[in-house]
């Protein structure tokens, strides 16, 4: 009865070093014949998307697909394939910083998936140029030149000079 569980036991040890251990094919693809399946050939069972790592808007992602013989549990073949990374997805964007006449202004943007945050320069606008009419002097009445101004922040860009009056 001892010599019987002991077989036993011996069977199941080598049951699960077969299937918790399967031997690995070698490199060159040669796989030697299948001692557990009725015919002493392999029998491909696949499993797809093993191991899978999600791609992310900067970095690639990856699973595997593995194949091994549905009987003794041989690895057959394992192949690595590669999921392209997502990349941002951009949101319209806020502007942080209007721009004014004279600096630039800033927009950032934030990807929707990670949070990230991207910034861009927009453009100065430039001055709204103002006339500011000349005047010509009298008798009594100081005359001015022509000028400029800015009609957006008011800066004065051509100031006005005075010709002093003419008199009587």
């Given at each position: 009865?001892?010599?019987t569980?002991?077989?036993?036991?011996?069977?199941l040890?080598?049951?699960?070093?077969?299937?918790?251990?399967?031997?690995?094919?070698?490199?060159?693809?040669?796989?030697?014949?299948?001692?557990?399946?009725?015919?002493?050939?392999?029998?491909?069972?696949?499993?797809?998307?093993?191991?899978?790592?999600?791609?992310?808007?900067?970095?690639?992602?990856?699973?595997?697909?593995?194949?091994?013989?549905?009987?003794?549990?041989?690895?057959?073949?394992?192949?690595?394939?590669?999921?392209?990374?997502?990349?941002?997805?951009?949101?319209?964007?806020?502007?942080?910083?209007?721009?004014?006449?004279?600096?630039?202004?800033?927009?950032?943007?934030?990807?929707?998936?990670?949070?990230?945050?991207?910034?861009?320069?927009?453009?100065?606008?430039?001055?709204?140029?103002?006339?500011?009419?000349?005047?010509?002097?009298t008798?009594?009445?100081?005359g001015?030149?022509?000028?400029?101004?800015?009609?957006?922040?008011?800066?004065?860009?051509?100031?006005?000079?005075?010709?002093?009056?003419?008199?009587?």
């Open positions: 009865m001892k010599q569980w002991l077989k036993l036991i011996g069977i040890l080598a049951a699960v070093m077969v299937f918790a251990f399967p031997p690995i094919a070698r490199a060159d693809g040669d796989h030697p014949e299948c001692p557990d399946s009725y015919d002493g050939k392999h029998h491909e069972d696949r499993g797809y998307g093993i191991n899978r790592i999600e791609p992310t808007c900067t970095e690639n992602g990856s699973y595997e697909n593995i194949a091994w013989c549905m009987f003794c549990g041989q690895l057959l073949s394992r192949e690595t394939v590669i999921i392209p990374a997502t990349g941002h997805n951009w949101d319209w964007g806020t502007v942080t910083t209007p721009p004014t006449c004279t600096t630039d202004g800033v927009i950032t943007y934030h990807c929707q998936t990670c949070g990230t945050p991207f910034t861009q320069a927009i453009p100065a606008t430039g001055h709204t140029v103002a006339t500011m009419p000349a005047k010509e002097a008798c009594e009445e100081v001015l030149t022509e000028g400029q101004y800015c009609s957006t922040c008011g800066e004065i860009l051509l100031y006005q000079y005075s010709s002093p009056a003419l008199g009587h």
